[in-house]
């Protein structure tokens, strides 16, 4: 009976020195989806401000191409 108990001892020492490892991986593998999930944002909040400049940077060409139609326009039926 002892030499069972021995046994399960032994036993339950792995198990435990394996879930110490297993809890590291974990804590290790949060960290880096912590990182990555910081890095991506970082990664659309750069993507957020390109794209409000092009947004203005097209309205600003929509007008002058608005103008240009316009005073084409204007110049062929004789208004200016």
Do not use: P
Request: charged share 30%.
């Amino acid at each position: 009976m002892e030499a069972r108990i021995a046994r399960l001892e032994s036993d339950v020492g792995h198990i435990r020195s394996d879930l110490v490892d297993v809890k590291q991986d974990v804590r290790e593998l949060r960290a880096r989806v912590d990182k990555g999930f910081d890095e991506a944002r970082d990664r659309l909040d750069a993507m957020n401000e390109k794209l409000a400049s092009a947004k203005v940077w097209a309205l600003i060409l929509f007008i002058a191409q608005a103008g240009a139609v316009y005073g084409t326009l204007a110049r062929a039926m004789g208004w200016i």
